[in-house]
């Protein structure tokens, strides 16, 4: 069935939801973007995401021209058209249109899209299993060059390392900071376990303050897990006792080998099970 999409000021049909070649997100990836889960008709954490969202836009002067409040409105209504119990939801703020040279400022006022839709997941067998994973000799970007915090509409950082971990024939590969510090993965924050402590990079490292990181780490600790921030380098995750990725669309998933080595066992350990379920549960709030 068409969907309808929510274009700048309003729902249109999907075949009429088209953006300007001169739009400036297309030209330049100048924009912004967020990836949201629904379950059972709830969006997930959508102020996590719009605090995201406008910090993001506010790191490269672009003003979105609708309060949060009217934006959370406007998602919240193309879900509801959409009919959409579980799904996933892309919101895109572009520079909008504008001339050819990369100049923002002549583009009078920013694109809204807000399309919401089925999502397509990683097979159960991956989380049942584990996922395998490469360390990407791309490098984060460069926190004196577009932040790594800024959800931008220019991933070309990330594409570059994902092609690696594809060209490996594995789905993510984990990316390091010019430091030499673990980052996060192409689309997922990282995480190990080790001594049962719960431990993730700091943002600072070069990574994205995911929304699930943040809630997995408010979990871990009702659990009464230690957990910590910490700087971390590739020996870290090649002896660690679990290593687990968080995001959006993977929700919590262990990772059993890096560069062909194995993780312990070479299963999903159990701190990694447990945090899994008790994201399951809280995110669709019931137990599984
Ligand atoms: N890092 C990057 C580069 C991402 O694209 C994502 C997913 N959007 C994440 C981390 C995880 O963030 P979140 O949990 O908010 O989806």
Not at 165 to 185: Q, T
Not at 228 to 245: G, H, I, Q, S, W
Not at 255 to 268: A, F, M
Request: hydrophobic fraction near 40%; charge should be neutral.
């Amino acid at each position: 069935m068409a969907l309808k999409i929510w274009m700048n000021d309003g729902l249109v049909a999907e075949q009429d939801a088209k953006i300007s070649v001169f739009d400036h997100g297309l030209l330049y990836g100048d924009g912004v973007f967020e990836g949201i889960r629904v379950y059972n008709s709830k969006v997930f954490e959508l102020d996590a995401h719009l605090k995201r969202l406008y910090e993001s836009a506010k790191v490269i002067r672009l003003d979105i021209g609708m309060t949060p409040k009217q934006l959370a409105e406007a998602t919240k209504e193309t879900v509801k058209a959409n009919n959409i119990i579980d799904g996933y939801i892309r919101l895109i703020v572009t520079r909008g249109v504008g001339s050819l040279g990369i100049s923002p400022f002549n583009c009078e006022k920013p694109g809204i899209i807000i399309i919401a839709d089925s999502i397509q997941l990683y097979p159960q067998e991956l989380y049942d299993t584990g996922m395998k994973v490469i360390s990407a000799c791309t490098i984060r970007n460069h926190p004196l060059a577009i932040p790594p915090q800024v959800k931008s509409l220019n991933y070309l950082n990330n594409i570059l390392a994902k092609m690696e971990a594809l060209d490996a024939g594995v789905p993510e590969a984990i990316m390091f900071n010019h430091e030499g510090f673990v980052a996060e993965a192409t689309g997922d924050n990282v995480f190990i376990v080790k001594n049962g402590v719960v431990c993730s990079p700091p943002i600072q490292a070069g990574s994205l303050e995911g929304v699930t990181r943040g809630v997995v780490f408010r979990l871990a600790a009702q659990e009464k897990m230690q957990i910590c921030e910490k700087n971390l380098t590739r020996f870290d995750l090649y002896v660690a006792d679990e290593l687990f990725l968080t995001g959006t669309a993977a929700e919590v998933i262990g990772v059993v080998e890096i560069d062909g080595r194995k993780i312990s066992d070479g299963k999903p350990g159990p701190v990694t099970q447990l945090l899994r379920k008790k994201f399951f549960e809280y995110a669709h709030g019931r137990s599984k």
